[in-house]
């Protein structure tokens, strides 16, 4: 069966589009039931097909999907699911996007700029959704562009511990990629036993996308283990450029740690040739075979999004998964 049933009549079903099925049966797997039957299809024009091959009358659905390229089609697949459920009469529908699509436009920062992350909320919306779940938001303002509730996890915990196993918290100095992100840094400096903080100095050009320059470090680095964090790796130019800045400036090794792994050409080879001891991710989108390198660990995320499903399944509370704390 592909329903979990809780007290009375309630019933929940996980439905997943196509863009990770491997991440959708972890999820499946970890809840201990399986996912919905779906037809989905294209048509010779590209037009997206999708139908439930059983009723969905009263359940309360979740909708997962993956936003890797070509993030358009899996975004208009997710709307379209959305669509066909709350047409099939779903109680509630809860999108989980682990990598919330367009979620760089976030703000204007020129003039005649779209705010797309609040587009992708209002599309979700217009669609049917009733609640949105997703891993590490660019930025957290996001959650208020939905009307309705949203459920922000973080891989804090994750990542930290899998960081803790490979080096010892007294050697470690956590660096963040910008000052945008020093709020972070702090809750992993928090979650790696107040290990020193330190921030790469940067400059971008707007009108030029995937693309900065770091240039220099401000923070104590000299010998110590750097935790270079950040919340997406897409091409991985600035992040292998901040990985040198760090070895420049005497860092002994430099560790790298990313929730979303875009990995856009020619991220791993960039990556690979950076110095960087090693690169940690986690499954929120797929990693093909091609896009795989030797110092690449992959981390699951399921069983967060798991327990996170099973506490709005149940009515309970997630506001642990909301501020990174176990």
């Known amino acids: 069966m592909s329903e979990i049933t809780a007290r009375g009549e309630k019933k929940l079903v996980l439905a997943a589009g196509r863009a990770h099925p491997e991440l959708a049966r972890e999820i499946a797997k970890e809840l201990d039931t399986e996912l919905l039957p779906m037809d989905a299809y294209d048509f010779a024009n590209g037009e997206i097909y999708v139908r439930s091959a059983q009723s969905v009358r009263g359940t309360d659905a979740f909708v997962i999907q993956a ?74 303002q996001i959650q208020g562009f939905f009307d309705g509730p949203v459920d922000h996890l973080m891989a804090i915990p994750l990542l930290a511990e899998y960081i803790r196993t490979r080096v010892g918290a007294e050697n470690i100095t956590v660096v963040s990629p910008d000052t945008g992100r020093v709020r972070v840094a702090e809750q992993w400096a928090e979650r790696l036993g107040g290990a020193p903080l ?33 919340d997406m790796i897409d091409t991985g130019g600035t992040i292998a450029g901040a990985v040198q800045v760090l070895k420049n400036a005497g860092a002994k ?72 704390r176990a």
């Open 253 to 324: 090794d430099v560790i790298i740690a990313a929730t979303h792994a875009v990995l856009s050409d020619p991220a791993a080879r960039t990556l690979s040739q950076s110095g960087a001891r090693e690169v940690v991710v986690t499954n929120t989108l797929p990693i093909p075979a091609e896009k795989r390198f030797p110092q690449l660990t992959v981390l699951s995320i399921a069983p967060l999004i798991a327990r996170a499903i099973r506490e709005v399944f149940d009515d309970g509370s997630v506001t642990s998964l909301f501020d990174g």
């Open 67 to 140: 936003h890797p390229a070509p993030l358009n089609n899996w975004l208009m697949e997710q709307l379209i699911m959305i669509d066909s459920l709350k047409r099939a009469s779903a109680k509630r529908i809860t999108v989980v996007s682990p990598f919330y699509p367009y979620a760089r436009q976030d703000k204007k920062g020129r003039g005649r700029e779209p705010i797309s992350a609040r587009l992708v909320a209002d599309l979700y919306k217009t669609a049917g959704a009733d609640r949105i779940m997703s891993v590490d938001l660019h930025t957290s």
């Open 198 to 230: 330190a921030f790469v100095h940067k400059s971008r050009d707007l009108t030029v996308p995937n693309q900065a320059v770091s240039k220099t470090v401000v923070g104590q680095v000299q010998g110590r283990t750097c935790v270079l964090i950040d």
